[in-house]
C-alpha cells in the first residue's frame, strides 16, 4: 500500500502571492515524479466552484454572516471526501490554495464568529483532515492592494464580495492568521511574502524539501 501523501495549505490575505506560488510548488513537485492535486478553496468540486461562484457575487442576495461561513465549509465538506482523502490515500500531494484556517481568519477574525464553534464544525466539515504544513503569506495589505490593483486593471475585472470587504476587516483576518500561526509552530510556516517571487519561492522549498 503507497504511503499517505503530504497535505500542504497555503494561506494569507488576498492577493499575497499563493497563486504564483502554488504553481511553482507544483511544477517542482511533478519535475521530481510526485503525484500532485492542486485545489483552490471553495472550489475543487462541480459544488464548491457553484458555491464560489454565489459567496464572490456583489449583486445577487447576501449571505448572512453564519450563511457565508456554512457554505464555505460544505464546498470544504465535498472537496475533501470527493477529492483530497482519496488522493491522499493513494500516495498523492495535496496542495491547496486555502483550507480551513481561511474560515477561522475570514469568518471568525474577520466577521466576530465564535471561533471555538468554527473550530468544531471544520474538524466535521474535513473528517478530521488536518494539513501537514501549511505556509503563511504574510503581507502587509497596501503592497497586497497595489499588487491586486496592478493585476485587476491588467485583466479588466474588480474587487468580488469579501475583497471589498474593508481594512478593518483585512487588518482582523490578517491578525487572526499572525495568532494561528503563533499558537502551531510545528504546523504553520511563516513567509515575508514581501519579496520577490524569486526570493518567496526559496523560502517555501526550504521548508518543503526536507518532506520529498
Ligand atoms: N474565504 C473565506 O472567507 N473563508 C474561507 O473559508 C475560504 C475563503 C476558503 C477566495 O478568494 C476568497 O474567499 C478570499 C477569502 C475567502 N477572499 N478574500 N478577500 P480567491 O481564491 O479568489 O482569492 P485569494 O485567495 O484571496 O487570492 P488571490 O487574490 O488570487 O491572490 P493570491 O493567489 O494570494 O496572489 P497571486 O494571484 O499569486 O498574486 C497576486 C498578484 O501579485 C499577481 O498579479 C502576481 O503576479 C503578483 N505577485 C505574486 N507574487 C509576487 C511577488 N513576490 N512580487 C510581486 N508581485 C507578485
Known amino acids: 500500500m503507497a504511503a499517505r501523501g503530504r497535505f500542504i495549505t497555503f494561506e494569507g490575505g488576498e492577493g499575497a502571492g499563493k497563486s504564483t506560488q502554488i504553481g511553482r510548488l507544483c511544477e517542482r513537485l511533478e519535475s521530481l515524479g510526485i503525484e500532485v492535486v492542486q485545489v483552490r478553496e471553495p472550489g475543487g468540486t462541480a459544488l464548491g466552484e457553484e458555491m464560489r461562484r454565489i459567496l464572490a457575487d456583489t449583486k445577487g442576495d447576501s449571505p448572512t454572516d453564519r450563511a457565508e461561513a456554512l457554505l464555505f465549509l460544505a464546498a470544504r ?49 474535513c473528517a478530521g483532515l488536518r494539513p501537514d504544513v501549511t505556509l503563511f503569506l504574510d503581507l502587509p495589505r497596501d503592497v497586497a492592494v497595489s499588487r ?65
Open 148 to 212: 491586486m490593483r496592478a493585476r485587476e486593471i491588467a485583466a479588466g475585472g474588480g474587487p468580488d464580495r469579501i475583497e471589498s470587504a474593508g481594512d478593518e476587516f483585512h487588518a482582523r483576518v490578517a491578525e487572526g492568521f499572525r495568532r494561528m500561526a503563533a499558537a502551531e509552530p510545528g504546523r504553520f510556516a511563516t513567509i515575508d511574502a514581501s519579496g520577490g517571487e524569486e526570493a518567496v519561492w526559496e523560502a517555501i522549498w526550504k521548508r518543503l524539501k526536507p518532506l520529498t
Open 77 to 125: 465538506a465535498q472537496l475533501v471526501e470527493k477529492k483530497l482523502l482519496p488522493a491522499l490515500e493513494r500516495g498523492a500531494w495535496v496542495v491547496s490554495d486555502r483550507f480551513s484556517d481561511s474560515t477561522i481568519a475570514y469568518q471568525g477574525y474577520g466577521r466576530g464568529l465564535d471561533v471555538e464553534a468554527l473550530e468544531r464544525m471544520n474538524a466535521f466539515a
